[in-house]
C-alpha cells in the first residue's frame, strides 16, 4: 500500500566503513577509530542528528547485523540487494571459479578479453566478468568489455550485457525486481511521473527503473576518482529531478560509494580517517544538502551499510613461541593472497587478490 505522503528509502552504501566508526565500545585489536563527534562528519552527522545523545537520537543501530561470509565486496553487495546468502546469489567473491557455467558462451558470462588469457569459467575483476569501475589503470591495454556502460548525465544504462546483472550469475531475485512487481507502486510512478526505483555507480541495477553508472570525471588519485565518480552521478540525478519540475522522488534510491576501501587497500589504515572525513562524507554533506534544497530530506529514511570492516594487516616481524619446545622465533607474517596455481601466477589475475592484504 502507497501512503498518501511517500517517504522515499535512500541507502547509501559506504564499501569498507569499519563498524567502529560509528558504533562506539566496540574495542577491535586493531585500533579504535570511533568518530563520537560528528561534527567532523557533516554529512553522515547531518542524517544521524544528535548521535551519542539518546534523548536526540533520530536513528536506530542494528548491533546483531553482520556480514555474510565471505565478506568480500561483490559478494556482499549481492546479499544485501537481495536478502539471500551467497549459495542463493551465485556470487561468491570478487574472483572464483564457477564450474557451472564453463559452457554459458552468450558473449556475457565467459567475455573473457583474449589478451590475458584467463581460463573460462573465470568469474574475476581481471576477466572482466564483473564489469565495473576498478580498471582505469589499464585503459592502455583493454577495451570495453571491462567497463559497464557510461551513463551519459542522468540517462538510464541497460543492465543487457553486464555480466554481475546476468541472471544465470546473479540468480537471487534483486528487491529492485521485487519493488518492480509491486502494482500499486508501479501505477502511483506511472501517474505522478518519475522513478520508482534509481541506482547509482553500484555494480547491480538488475530491475531498477533507472541505472546510473559512471561518467568522464578528473580527480587526482585513483581513489578520488572512484568517489568524484559516484557524487557526479548522484549530483546528475538531483539536477534531473529538480529539472523534471513535478515529478516524484524515488521510492528506494541506492547509492554507492567506492573510495574509502579503495583508499584502504592502496594506501593502508593511515590515510582511512582522513579519506572518510575529507572524501566520502564531504560528497554525503553535498548530497544532503542538496536534499534540504529540493526538500526531499526530512521524508526520507537513510540506511547507512557497508560490505565490510577493514583491518589493517602486520608488517613487522612477531614473535612466536613454540608451546611444545619452547623455543621463540622472530617471524614476518605471511599476508600475500597471491595465487600461484599453475595459469594462474599471472599479475592482472593476482593483482585484486593481492588488494586484499589490507582486508
Excluded at 22 to 51: E, F, K, Q, R, T
Excluded at 138 to 159: N, W
Aim: with cysteine; proline share 6%.
Amino acid at each position: 500500500e502507497v501512503p498518501m505522503e511517500p517517504l522515499g528509502v535512500i541507502v547509501i552504501g559506504i564499501d569498507g566503513l569499519r563498524r567502529d566508526v560509528l558504533y562506539p565500545g566496540v574495542n577491535l585489536p586493531d585500533g579504535d577509530y570511533h568518530i563520537g563527534d560528528l561534527s567532523v562528519l557533516p554529512g553522515i552527522g547531518g542524517i544521524m542528528a544528535g548521535h551519542e545523545a539518546e534523548e536526540s537520537r533520530r536513528y536506530v543501530m542494528l548491533d546483531n547485523v553482520t556480514a555474510i561470509f565471505p565478506s568480500i565486496t561483490l559478494a556482499s553487495w549481492a546479499s544485501i540487494f537481495t536478502g539471500r546468502m551467497p549459495a542463493e546469489t551465485g556470487i561468491m567473491g570478487n574472483e572464483f571459479f564457477a564450474r557451472d557455467l564453463l559452457e554459458v558462451d552468450d558473449g556475457v558470462i565467459n567475455s573473457v578479453p583474449p589478451i590475458f588469457g584467463n581460463p573460462k569459467g573465470l568469474i574475476s575483476f581481471s576477466s572482466g566478468a564483473f564489469r565495473g569501475y576498478d580498471s582505469f589503470g589499464k585503459l592502455d591495454l583493454i577495451g570495453d568489455e571491462f567497463f559497464i556502460p557510461r551513463s551519459s548525465g542522468a540517462d538510464a544504462v541497460s543492465v543487457e550485457g553486464t555480466p554481475q546483472n546476468h541472471p544465470e550469475l546473479y540468480r537471487a531475485e534483486t528487491v529492485y525486481e521485487r519493488l518492480g512487481a509491486m502494482e500499486g507502486l508501479r501505477d502511483y510512478y506511472e501517474k505522478a511521473g518519475g522513478d520508482a526505483t534509481v541506482v547509482v555507480h553500484s555494480h547491480y541495477g538488475r530491475g531498477a527503473d533507472r541505472w546510473l553508472t559512471w561518467d568522464l570525471e578528473v580527480a587526482f588519485g585513483e581513489s578520488e576518482l572512484l568517489e568524484q565518480m559516484s557524487w557526479d552521478k548522484m549530483n546528475d540525478y538531483l539536477e534531473y529531478f529538480e529539472a523534471e519540475d513535478g515529478i516524484r522522488f524515488p521510492a528506494l534510491t541506492v547509492w554507492y560509494l567506492p573510495g574509502l576501501d579503495h583508499q584502504a587497500h592502496k594506501e593502508g589504515m593511515g590515510a582511512y580517517r582522513d579519506f572518510l572525513i575529507e572524501r566520502t562524507d564531504g560528497h554525503i554533506a553535498d548530497v544532503v544538502g542538496s536534499l534540504r534544497e529540493l526538500d526531499e530530506f526530512d521524508n526520507k529514511l537513510f540506511i547507512i551499510v557497508s560490505d565490510h570492516g577493514m583491518t589493517g594487516m602486520p608488517y613487522d616481524p612477531v614473535e612466536i613461541t613454540d608451546p611444545a619446545t619452547g623455543i621463540t622465533v622472530s617471524v614476518i607474517p605471511y599476508t600475500s593472497c597471491k595465487l600461484v596455481y599453475e595459469q594462474f601466477d599471472k599479475r592482472e589475475v593476482q593483482e585484486p587478490e593481492k588488494a586484499n592484504n589490507n582486508l
